[in-house]
């Protein structure tokens, strides 16, 4: 048989005792695993407006182009890029990107309406416009709706400062929308 050292004989005992005592440990206490939380999802004023500047956008694209109403296609141009804007202010909020990551892909994000902000919203119920006079009146109910949801939005949400412009903006440009179509 070989001999051991005490040396070597104490270091080997007081590393399995270690070893012992740590496992030990381990056992007794319970281990608790932190749960992710989700973050909160986008401002509904944000996605409803999304939803209905989906619907507009369908509206445009449901009437055409008219000849006696050059202005149209300009004006789809900006609903379009109304839809832009706002897609670039929800990315903002992580639970918004977090409900995108689970979508299907859309062939267009801005220009499909089937890509609605929230499924429950009221204004994804509401039906495609299909005449000039009702692009008019949906794009006053819309300018409505923008400017209600400005008056209403908290100034200590994070994102106000970028958000309540762009929103006032929009409002003023469909105020615009309105008067050149009727």
């Keep these: 048989m070989a ?18 005592v740590g496992t030990g440990l381990g056992f007794a206490k319970g ?3 932190r749960v992710a939380e989700p973050p909160p999802p986008a401002p509904a004023a944000l996605t409803d407006a999304l939803s209905r500047q989906q619907r507009l956008l369908a509206g445009y694209r449901a009437v055409g182009n008219d000849p006696a109403r050059p202005a ?5 141009a900006d609903v379009t890029a109304h839809g ?16 995108q990551a689970g979508r299907p892909a859309s062939p267009s994000a ?19 416009v299909t005449s ?5 009146a949906a794009s006053t109910a819309d300018a409505r709706a923008l400017s209600d949801a400005v008056l209403a939005w908290p ?22 929308h309105a008067q050149v179509l009727a």
């Excluded at 149209?72 to 789809?76: C, K, Q, S």
């Excluded at 832009?84 to 409900?99: F, H, I, S, T, V």
């Excluded at 801005?110 to 495609?128: D, L, T, W």
């Excluded at 000039?132 to 008019?136: G, I, K, Q, R």
């Design 72 to 76: 149209l296609a300009g004006l789809r």
């Design 155 to 176: 100034a200590a949400e994070q994102h106000a400062v970028e958000v309540v412009p762009v929103l006032a903006s929009i409002a003023a440009c469909l105020t615009s």
């Design 110 to 128: 801005s220009g499909s309406p089937s890509a609605s902000g929230s499924p429950g919203s009221s204004a994804s119920a509401a039906p495609v």
């Design 31 to 33: 281990v608790r695993h």
């Design 84 to 99: 832009d804007a706002l897609q670039a202010l929800l990315e903002r909020y992580p639970g918004w990107r977090l409900a």
């Design 132 to 136: 000039v006079t009702s692009l008019a």
């Design 3 to 20: 001999e051991i050292s005490r040396r070597t004989l104490l270091s080997r005992t007081v590393v399995l005792a270690g070893l012992a």
